[in-house]
């Protein structure tokens, strides 16, 4: 018997439709769309759920049964039947579709539409803070103890993040914005670069540079001027520096964990549903997006500013989905008298619906051929407000915190 039909009784028969609600079951119907908004009409009118007399004398041509299991577990079983049916129907479209448009298009339909069903079983946690205190007592002592006492998540290495924001935590969802062209890039790298120093993975999509040029940039913020090479030396290499670059190579990355780079090589469509893949595939500890405006809006906005909004928002659910810290680079157009700060976050446009998502807002500012970056917090939800600045030679990587610039 159809799975449908089994949860529309067993809901009828338990009159349960507020758990039915806390489970997210409307996404399983497909068939009995109309039964289901229908008894969910009812409930949201009269406070409970339709008898089956009400249900009979509306669709006379239902299967009607006495149930004898609890509701849970017809909901279990919908909920896997659901899932099944449509992954069978969306391996037969994506068969049709390679065939037909060949393995890219396929591909990204594939992972376009394999994203939406596992959106579509996510449910909100509901927590009695009353009755799960013991467990939050136990977290609390495990934090306390642990070697990184006092950052709860990923150590961002810049000493003023990690004591007042605690590092990059699970679900974060952290904004670095600033002017075009001041540098944004190099300090999400730097982020990245001291989460991987750290003994995390962090992965970078990055729409803007190719795997080159990203690889040449993170080589020198490891190297931090130790003096084997420079980024000068890695874009107009001689054969001098071959083998100290060898020798360097070989004592960074043997045996280490890995370090994830998505670059725009080859890439047809670069959007939230490639995000998630990435964040499927490869299960980072900290996610970096390069940068927001270059991403496609695979909902289809109208204009730049609701495509920025729409990834905003589909950028903070990834994050707290899938209990991964996002930083997402921003840029923002320089306009006449502003060149000499750190941008507003009212000077975006897509301001209100990033004060909405971010956990933090980072805001940068660097003067044209200067090695002094100014940071400071435009937003910050679970601590006050803080700025500090990095002294960086780019061309060495041997960056420092600077204070009272």
């Known amino acids: 018997m159809n799975y449908e039909v089994k949860l529309l009784n067993a809901v009828l028969d338990s009159g349960d439709y507020v758990s039915c609600q806390s489970e997210n079951v409307g996404q399983v119907f497909l068939n009995y769309k109309d039964i289901w908004s229908f008894i969910s009409g009812h409930y949201d009118k009269h406070n409970k759920t339709p008898a089956k007399s009400e249900i009979k004398s509306h669709f006379p041509d239902f299967e009607y049964l006495t149930t004898t299991e609890p509701l849970a577990y017809y909901i279990d079983q919908a909920r896997q039947e659901s899932m099944s049916a449509q992954t069978r129907e969306l391996i037969v479209n994506t068969h049709e579709m390679l065939k037909n448009g060949g393995p890219k298009t396929a591909l990204n339909f594939l992972l376009s539409n394999a994203n939406k069903l596992v959106k579509e079983v996510t ?67 730097l982020f990245a670069v001291n989460a991987w120093l750290a003994g995390y993975r962090p992965m970078i999509i990055s729409l803007e540079m190719n795997k080159q040029q990203e690889a040449q940039r993170i080589d020198t913020l490891l190297n931090n001027g130790r003096g084997f090479f420079t980024h000068s030396d890695l874009v107009r290499p001689d054969a001098e520096i071959v083998d100290s670059y060898k020798k360097w190579a070989e004592d960074t990355f043997t045996d280490m964990h890995p370090f994830y780079l998505i670059t725009s090589d080859g890439l047809d469509v670069a959007d939230q549903h490639l995000v998630q893949a990435k964040i499927d595939q ?85 003067e044209m051929d200067s090695s002094i970056f100014q940071v400071v917090s435009r937003k910050v939800r679970r601590a006050n407000h803080f700025g500090f600045y990095l002294d960086w030679n780019l061309d060495t990587g041997e960056w420092k915190e600077e204070w009272g610039v």
Do not use: C
């Not at 109208?302 to 991964?324: D, G, H, I, Q, Y």
């Open 123 to 189: 449910n909100l946690k509901d927590t009695d803070l009353v009755g799960e205190w013991q467990d939050r007592v136990d977290e609390l002592k495990i934090l306390s103890e642990s070697e990184n006492h006092g950052i709860v998540g990923v150590p961002s290495g810049i000493s003023v993040i990690d004591a007042e924001f605690g590092g990059w935590q699970a679900g974060d969802f952290v904004i670095l914005l600033g002017w075009t062209g001041v540098g944004k890039s190099f300090v999400a790298r």
């Open 282 to 366: 490869y299960s980072p500890d900290l996610v970096i997006l390069d940068y927001h405006g270059l991403f496609d809006d695979a909902s289809g906005a109208k204009s730049e500013t609701e495509k920025a909004k729409n990834l905003s928002k589909a950028f903070k659910r990834m994050a707290v989905k899938n209990n991964v810290p996002i930083i997402d680079v921003a840029a923002v157009t320089m306009q006449d008298g502003h060149s000499e700060r750190p941008p507003e976050l009212e000077e975006v446009a897509w301001s209100k619906q990033l004060a909405y998502d971010a956990d933090l807002v980072l805001s940068l500012h660097r």
